[in-house]
């Protein structure tokens, strides 16, 4: 009943976006100006009838009805409720209904939103979002469907796999995909606007809100999922260069790019072509991601037979990247005669050479990520590309970039005169410079470090300069005190200091990811009872051995009794637990944070026979906790930046 | 005309740059998958390389220290075995007779020096045959068997 009830839904919604995508075309050719109207009861229809399919299979996941395939699979008897719900999204056909659930969710937003105030552009953007749709409503209708039954019904499912029966697994995919679907919206409005050949900056400034949440989610997803592997998988990190982690942060740079130099073409009519790219290629590359994670061409290319899923994805980027710069090149005519760059030391200049930074990584990371895959299929060679060449390439790129940070918003339009390079950067680059010695003085030595922290000082005292003298002019002008004056400045331009605060956001998780890289330390031992071993300012005893029978798993938990220099701070226990349907154990690890490090504990191994002996791995990873703060700060940011805080007399960069 | 020389000139500094830490990157971190009988057969090549060598542990091969957490085994791929040296933690799959993949370089004494040992799956997540089959033989699931 459930299955027939999504099925049915599911292809009514496929054939509703078929309708979508031919009525405007219809209209364009000169049938009746009624066919543009069909665009949103499409869009409407399909929203209606995926969010009946997502709702029917939710359903399903919750009464356990094992007739439906993906529900075997996916949840047993024993699943607590909220992971069968969060089952919807964990494997692939349940992911990509997510998926389409939320890009339907998105796109019934902007009809509703749009439909009166741009008549005219609207239509187009409905189809776009019709296109896309309907790809994943056919995918999903044809050759991944969650709505499969089986028979003979099995008595028990198989259940979820257990590394994402975790409270952040139910937020990271679908922050993610908000943020990739929310990238859409931008790049449907740049496609109707190529389509129109209205290439003015109307598309973009409609669309600045959305980008920003979408660029939001994108950050959020990303660092959920930073911190979910960090927290759950157990190995004392937070980013693997994997290249599933890869595909999620790729659309980010591209997106990050955007949001910067569209603010040069809404001040100075520039970089036309180059920001309908960006938002054509961060687009391309949320398909692309679903290719790289969904195909299984990555862990290994043989894979490549397994499933279809990832050739239809390769057939549907072809078609998005050829539309899309076709598009582009046909409207090439109108996109000529821009102003050009006045000066090298100028706003604009500092924002394109964060463009160009931006994409670069982009270009390292991406050619990292399917080097593997060229090198099998050109040369014959199997290899694999490590961390160290993601780090080694990356790094230098990112140093660079928050040196743009502290330029950028501070730097003049146009040409900047030495007058106002003084005024803006003559202190805090005093101040920075002071701060390194310092840290040279603190035994901070090693160049990268030593080169980062110093830039991260340089960002922030840029900032908090630029704000004092702000609040100078505030005093002098209307008397205002410190905080009446922030208040002020940041009503009158929320743009500005809501992106500044995300820079502060910015700089706390490259400290975190600086300081982490840079002076970690770790330590593995088989210890027997009471032993200990020291590892900088603690020294951690084992305890002993507890073996638990769980809802889901057996567990055993190691404990261990924790001291910081001397002074005991309590027992932390890591566990390995058993699951019944998995091969291997999974590991909990435990950590304890303080602002300036964090010690992390990983249960590698024990005894069976005596329970007498356990191996354990301790790191000491400084400064991690700042990342998940800076991701925090990143929201208020962003939040200031979009909020309606009452009166907003002209928006600004 | 003039213009035009500078932003060429601009993006060839740009790109030689790219590729010059790319090229840095990729040599330090590449890493090229063996057969031990590959390795055999190039093995004076293969010495400054980083390497990731996958087969079979040999049966009988396996010293191990837990207490100083080393190990030392043969990997096979059925035609050539070669030994390897590990410290370290293994993951729980690693085991005589099993599939295992190692990540290191050849040290001077011809023998594998591995900073990584991943253990085969022939399927991540697939269920196990008898469905008991991952739970630690000692603590016999089910029963309360807290102890310290």
Known sequence: MTATLGQTSIVLAFLFAIWGVVSPILAYRGHSERYFAFTRIAILAQFVLVTLAAAALIYGLVTTDFSIRYVAFNTTRATPIYYRVTGLWGALEGSLLLWEWILIIFSGLVAWIYWDRQRETIPWVLMVFSIVSAFFLGVIAFISNPFE???????????????????????HPPLLYTGFVGLMVPYAFAIAALIRGKLDEAWIVATRRWTIIAWLFLTLGNLVGAWWSYHVLGWGGYWAWDPVENAAFMPWLPATAFLHSVQVQERRRMLKVWNLSLIIIAFSLTIFGTFLTRSGILSSIHA?????????????????????????????????????????????????LNNIVLVSALFTIFLGTIFPLLSEAIAGT?????????????????????????????????????????????????????????????????????????????????????????????????????????????????????GLVVHLGVVLIVLGIAGSMAYSVEREATMSLKEHLNIGRYLVQFEGLKGSQQPTHFRVEGSFRVFHRGEEWGVLSPALKFFPNQQSPVGRAVHQSTIGEDLYLILSGFSELDKNQATLKVLVRPLVVWIWVGGFVIVLGTLLAILPLGKTPREEA | MHRSRRLIIGGLIILAALAYIIYGGMREAIVYFVTPSELRATEAT???????MGGMVVNGSLQKDVKNLTYRFELTDGTASFPVFFRGVPPDLFTEGKGAVVEGRIGADGVFQATTIMAKHAEEYSPHADGKDGYPKSFVPGKESAQQ
């Open chain 1, 382 to 498: 199997q290899v694999s590309v490590g961390a160290p060449y993601f780090n080694s390439v990356t790094v230098p790129l990112f140093l660079l970039l928050v040196f743009l940070m502290g330029v950028g918003p501070m730097i003049a339009w146009r040409r900047a005169s030495w007058d106002n390079l003084k005024r803006n950067f003559l202190w805090p680059s005093a101040g920075a410079l002071i701060f390194a010695i310092a840290l040279f003085f603190w035994k901070v030595r090693d160049f990268l470090p030593l080169l980062g922290f110093t830039l991260l000082a340089f960002v922030v005292l840029t900032i908090f300069y630029d704000t004092g003298l702000a609040l100078r002019a505030r005093r002098r002008i209307a008397g205002e005190g410190v905080f009446r004056g922030l208040v002020t400045l940041a009503r009158r331009n929320q743009r500005r200091y809501g």
């Open chain 1, 304 to 352: 490549f037979s397994s499933g279809p899923v990832g050739g239809v994805f390769l057939v549907f980027l072809a078609v998005v990247l050829l539309g899309s710069f076709g598009l582009l090149a046909f409207r090439a005519e109108l996109l000529k005669g821009q102003p050009e760059v006045d000066s090298m030391v100028s706003r604009e200049s500092a924002f394109l």
């Open chain 2, 46 to 52: 293969a010495n400054d390389k980083f390497l990731r």
């Open chain 1, 149 to 171: 039954t089986i028979s003979p019904v099995p008595l028990d499912g198989r259940g979820l796999n257990p590394l994402l029966e975790d409270a952040n697994m139910m937020t």
